[in-house]
Protein backbone atom coordinates (compact mmCIF):
# COMPACT_ATOMS: atom_id res chain seq x y z
CA UNK A 1 0.00 0.00 0.00
CA UNK A 2 2.90 2.42 0.89
CA UNK A 3 5.50 1.63 -2.34
CA UNK A 4 4.63 4.88 -3.89
CA UNK A 5 3.01 6.89 -1.48
CA UNK A 6 3.83 7.77 2.14
CA UNK A 7 1.19 5.94 4.63
CA UNK A 8 -0.01 9.51 6.15
CA UNK A 9 -1.04 10.34 2.93
CA UNK A 10 -3.47 7.17 2.49
CA UNK A 11 -6.76 7.76 3.25
CA UNK A 12 -8.85 7.19 6.43
CA UNK A 13 -12.46 7.74 5.19
CA UNK A 14 -13.37 11.23 3.13
CA UNK A 15 -10.11 12.54 4.14
CA UNK A 16 -5.70 11.89 4.07
CA UNK A 17 -4.74 10.15 7.52
CA UNK A 18 -2.61 13.35 8.13
CA UNK A 19 -5.41 15.23 8.64
CA UNK A 20 -6.31 13.95 11.27
CA UNK A 21 -3.16 14.57 13.24
CA UNK A 22 -3.18 18.44 11.80
CA UNK A 23 -6.80 18.64 13.48
CA UNK A 24 -5.23 17.77 16.95
CA UNK A 25 -2.51 20.32 16.88
CA UNK A 26 -4.90 23.25 15.29
CA UNK A 27 -7.60 21.93 18.14
CA UNK A 28 -4.59 22.64 20.93
CA UNK A 29 -4.75 26.22 19.13
CA UNK A 30 -0.97 25.36 17.33
CA UNK A 31 -0.91 27.46 14.29
CA UNK A 32 3.37 27.07 13.35
CA UNK A 33 3.40 23.76 11.93
CA UNK A 34 6.70 21.66 11.18
CA UNK A 35 6.14 18.61 8.98
CA UNK A 36 8.83 16.28 8.62
CA UNK A 37 9.01 13.47 5.91
CA UNK A 38 11.51 11.47 3.90
CA UNK A 39 13.48 13.25 1.11
CA UNK A 40 10.82 11.01 -1.45
CA UNK A 41 7.73 12.10 -0.12
CA UNK A 42 8.27 15.74 0.73
CA UNK A 43 6.89 17.12 -2.37
CA UNK A 44 4.11 15.12 -2.00
CA UNK A 45 3.05 16.75 1.47
CA UNK A 46 3.99 20.29 -0.45
CA UNK A 47 1.01 19.24 -3.03
CA UNK A 48 -1.29 18.42 -0.08
CA UNK A 49 -0.40 21.19 2.33
CA UNK A 50 0.64 23.88 1.13
CA UNK A 51 1.76 27.06 3.42
CA UNK A 52 -1.19 26.82 5.49
CA UNK A 53 -2.62 30.12 4.57
CA UNK A 54 -5.58 28.17 3.37
CA UNK A 55 -6.33 27.31 7.14
CA UNK A 56 -4.96 30.31 8.72
CA UNK A 57 -1.51 28.20 9.78
CA UNK A 58 1.52 28.27 8.52
CA UNK A 59 3.35 25.27 7.61
CA UNK A 60 7.54 24.72 7.21
CA UNK A 61 8.99 21.63 5.56
CA UNK A 62 12.35 19.50 6.98
CA UNK A 63 13.83 16.08 5.93
CA UNK A 64 14.54 13.24 8.31
CA UNK A 65 17.30 11.66 5.63
CA UNK A 66 17.08 8.10 7.28
CA UNK A 67 14.57 6.66 9.67
CA UNK A 68 16.68 7.03 13.05
CA UNK A 69 13.51 7.40 15.55
CA UNK A 70 10.52 9.36 16.46
CA UNK A 71 12.88 11.80 18.44
CA UNK A 72 15.71 12.72 16.22
CA UNK A 73 12.42 15.29 15.16
CA UNK A 74 13.87 17.99 17.72
CA UNK A 75 17.42 17.56 16.88
CA UNK A 76 16.02 18.22 12.75
CA UNK A 77 13.23 21.16 14.40
CA UNK A 78 15.97 22.57 16.19
CA UNK A 79 16.00 26.34 14.30
CA UNK A 80 12.51 25.74 13.62
CA UNK A 81 11.36 25.68 17.67
CA UNK A 82 13.77 28.53 18.62
CA UNK A 83 14.10 27.47 22.25
CA UNK A 84 10.19 27.24 22.67
CA UNK A 85 8.33 24.22 23.75
CA UNK A 86 6.47 22.01 21.42
CA UNK A 87 4.10 19.78 20.66
CA UNK A 88 5.32 16.27 18.15
CA UNK A 89 1.78 14.76 16.96
CA UNK A 90 2.58 11.19 14.85
CA UNK A 91 0.99 11.21 11.34
CA UNK A 92 -0.77 8.17 11.71
CA UNK A 93 -2.89 8.93 15.10
CA UNK A 94 -6.76 10.00 15.12
CA UNK A 95 -7.71 10.89 18.77
CA UNK A 96 -11.31 12.13 19.13
CA UNK A 97 -13.41 12.63 22.00
CA UNK A 98 -16.26 15.80 23.61
CA UNK A 99 -13.74 18.64 25.09
CA UNK A 100 -10.96 17.38 23.63
CA UNK A 101 -10.23 20.24 22.31
CA UNK A 102 -9.89 22.15 26.02
CA UNK A 103 -7.98 18.92 27.45
CA UNK A 104 -5.65 19.44 24.66
CA UNK A 105 -5.38 23.61 24.64
CA UNK A 106 -4.82 22.69 29.14
CA UNK A 107 -2.21 21.05 28.63
CA UNK A 108 -0.10 23.15 25.72
CA UNK A 109 0.13 26.07 28.10
CA UNK A 110 4.00 26.46 29.13
CA UNK A 111 4.97 24.25 31.59
CA UNK A 112 8.09 22.59 33.14
CA UNK A 113 8.46 19.42 31.77
CA UNK A 114 6.46 17.03 29.37
CA UNK A 115 2.86 15.47 29.10
CA UNK A 116 1.80 12.40 27.47
CA UNK A 117 -1.24 10.87 26.65
CA UNK A 118 -2.08 6.96 28.31
CA UNK A 119 -5.15 4.91 26.57
CA UNK A 120 -5.85 1.37 27.26
CA UNK A 121 -5.28 -1.07 24.71
CA UNK A 122 -5.52 -4.44 24.43
CA UNK A 123 -2.31 -5.55 22.74
CA UNK A 124 0.29 -3.16 24.77
CA UNK A 125 3.32 -4.66 23.08
CA UNK A 126 2.94 -2.23 20.00
CA UNK A 127 3.40 0.62 21.72
CA UNK A 128 5.71 2.38 24.95
CA UNK A 129 3.90 1.29 27.83
CA UNK A 130 3.74 3.06 31.09
CA UNK A 131 2.93 1.92 34.66
CA UNK A 132 1.61 3.82 38.03
CA UNK A 133 1.84 3.64 41.38
CA UNK A 134 -1.33 3.70 43.64
CA UNK A 135 -1.30 7.45 43.87
CA UNK A 136 -1.93 7.44 39.59
CA UNK A 137 2.25 8.47 39.29
CA UNK A 138 3.71 7.00 36.17
CA UNK A 139 6.67 4.74 37.85
CA UNK A 140 8.45 3.37 33.94
CA UNK A 141 7.87 3.67 30.43
CA UNK A 142 8.94 0.89 28.25
CA UNK A 143 9.00 0.75 24.50
CA UNK A 144 7.04 -2.41 22.94
CA UNK A 145 8.38 -4.55 25.61
CA UNK A 146 7.67 -8.18 24.90
CA UNK A 147 5.87 -8.60 28.56
CA UNK A 148 3.85 -5.37 29.19
CA UNK A 149 3.42 -4.52 32.98
CA UNK A 150 0.31 -2.78 31.95
CA UNK A 151 -2.13 -2.07 29.39
CA UNK A 152 -1.94 1.52 29.57
CA UNK A 153 -0.22 2.94 26.36
CA UNK A 154 1.72 6.06 25.21
CA UNK A 155 -0.44 7.24 21.94
CA UNK A 156 1.74 9.69 19.28
CA UNK A 157 0.81 13.11 21.21
CA UNK A 158 3.40 14.82 23.00
CA UNK A 159 3.96 18.01 24.88
CA UNK A 160 7.67 19.26 25.48
CA UNK A 161 9.43 22.18 27.56
CA UNK A 162 12.08 24.21 26.00
CA UNK A 163 14.82 21.65 27.07
CA UNK A 164 13.40 19.00 24.54
CA UNK A 165 16.32 19.77 22.04
CA UNK A 166 19.14 19.03 24.66
CA UNK A 167 17.58 16.40 25.89
CA UNK A 168 17.32 14.63 22.51
CA UNK A 169 20.56 15.41 21.24
CA UNK A 170 21.81 13.42 24.58
CA UNK A 171 19.77 10.33 23.80
CA UNK A 172 22.06 7.25 22.91
CA UNK A 173 20.68 4.60 20.12
CA UNK A 174 18.93 1.46 20.94
CA UNK A 175 18.92 -1.89 20.55
CA UNK A 176 16.81 -1.09 17.16
CA UNK A 177 19.51 1.34 16.23
CA UNK A 178 17.46 4.59 16.93
CA UNK A 179 16.90 7.76 19.08
CA UNK A 180 13.36 6.44 20.43
CA UNK A 181 11.08 8.91 22.04
CA UNK A 182 10.32 6.48 24.60
CA UNK A 183 14.25 7.29 26.02
CA UNK A 184 13.33 11.01 25.89
CA UNK A 185 10.12 10.69 27.84
CA UNK A 186 12.32 8.49 30.17
CA UNK A 187 14.27 10.96 30.82
CA UNK A 188 11.84 13.42 31.87
CA UNK A 189 10.54 10.33 34.29
CA UNK A 190 14.06 10.73 35.95
CA UNK A 191 13.96 13.79 36.45
CA UNK A 192 10.25 13.77 38.13
CA UNK A 193 9.22 15.93 35.38
CA UNK A 194 6.26 13.36 33.41
CA UNK A 195 2.92 14.00 33.58
CA UNK A 196 0.67 11.15 31.97
CA UNK A 197 -3.03 12.15 30.87
CA UNK A 198 -4.64 8.95 31.30
CA UNK A 199 -7.82 8.95 28.34
CA UNK A 200 -10.78 7.41 29.49
CA UNK A 201 -13.74 5.77 27.71
CA UNK A 202 -15.18 9.39 26.45
CA UNK A 203 -11.91 9.33 23.63
CA UNK A 204 -11.45 7.23 20.86
CA UNK A 205 -7.78 7.05 19.63
CA UNK A 206 -6.71 4.86 16.58
CA UNK A 207 -2.92 4.37 15.34
CA UNK A 208 -3.45 3.79 11.81
CA UNK A 209 -0.50 1.42 11.86
CA UNK A 210 -2.15 -1.55 10.42
CA UNK A 211 -4.88 -2.60 7.59
CA UNK A 212 -7.02 -3.29 10.93
CA UNK A 213 -6.42 -0.11 12.34
CA UNK A 214 -6.63 1.45 9.56
CA UNK A 215 -9.75 -0.06 8.17
CA UNK A 216 -11.19 0.70 11.97
CA UNK A 217 -10.52 4.53 12.07
CA UNK A 218 -12.67 4.59 8.69
CA UNK A 219 -15.45 3.01 9.30
CA UNK A 220 -15.46 5.00 13.10
CA UNK A 221 -14.87 8.46 10.91
CA UNK A 222 -18.14 7.27 8.68
CA UNK A 223 -20.47 6.10 11.17
CA UNK A 224 -20.19 9.18 13.37
CA UNK A 225 -20.12 11.66 10.57
CA UNK A 226 -23.36 10.01 8.95
CA UNK A 227 -24.98 9.94 12.25
CA UNK A 228 -24.29 12.98 13.77
CA UNK A 229 -23.81 15.34 10.64
CA UNK A 230 -20.64 16.90 11.37
CA UNK A 231 -16.99 16.44 10.35
CA UNK A 232 -14.27 14.91 12.18
CA UNK A 233 -10.82 16.58 11.64
CA UNK A 234 -11.90 18.85 8.70
CA UNK A 235 -9.20 21.82 8.98
CA UNK A 236 -11.50 23.72 7.47
CA UNK A 237 -14.38 23.57 9.93
CA UNK A 238 -11.67 23.98 12.69
CA UNK A 239 -10.00 27.02 11.33
CA UNK A 240 -13.29 28.67 10.39
CA UNK A 241 -14.61 27.77 14.33
CA UNK A 242 -11.31 29.43 15.42
CA UNK A 243 -11.63 32.76 13.64
CA UNK A 244 -8.48 32.14 11.90
CA UNK A 245 -10.25 32.05 8.13
CA UNK A 246 -13.33 33.93 7.09
CA UNK A 247 -16.77 33.66 6.14
CA UNK A 248 -15.24 34.25 2.34
CA UNK A 249 -12.08 31.64 2.53
CA UNK A 250 -14.92 29.49 3.80
CA UNK A 251 -17.04 29.42 0.72
CA UNK A 252 -14.14 28.78 -1.36
CA UNK A 253 -13.28 26.00 -0.17
CA UNK A 254 -17.43 25.05 -0.28
CA UNK A 255 -16.94 25.81 -3.91
CA UNK A 256 -13.82 23.38 -4.27
CA UNK A 257 -16.13 20.78 -2.93
CA UNK A 258 -19.15 21.57 -3.86
CA UNK A 259 -19.80 18.13 -5.54
CA UNK A 260 -18.76 16.04 -2.55
CA UNK A 261 -20.45 15.20 0.80
CA UNK A 262 -17.89 17.18 2.47
CA UNK A 263 -18.33 20.31 1.02
CA UNK A 264 -22.47 19.87 1.74
CA UNK A 265 -21.37 19.41 5.18
CA UNK A 266 -18.89 22.62 5.11
CA UNK A 267 -21.67 24.73 3.51
CA UNK A 268 -24.06 23.70 6.51
CA UNK A 269 -21.38 24.81 8.71
CA UNK A 270 -21.04 28.10 6.81
CA UNK A 271 -24.86 28.40 7.47
CA UNK A 272 -25.24 28.25 10.54
CA UNK A 273 -26.39 24.71 10.56
Keep these: MTLVTSKQLLPIYDKPMIYYSLATLMLAGIREILVITTPKEQEHFKALLGDGAQWGIQFDYAIQ ?23 LVLGDNLLYGDGLSAELKKVAQPAAGATVFGYRVEDPGRYGVITFDSDGCATSIEEKPAQPRSNWAVIGLYFYD ?21 DLNRSYLDDGLLRVERLGRGYAWFDA ?13 HVLQRRQGHL ?8 FSAGWITAADLAKH ?20
Design 65 to 87: PNPEGLAQAFVIAEKFLGGCPSC
Design 254 to 273: CERFKNTEYGRKLAALGQGA
Design 232 to 239: IASPEEIS
Design 209 to 221: GTHAALLEAGEFV
Design 162 to 182: ETVVERAKGLKRSKRDEYEIT
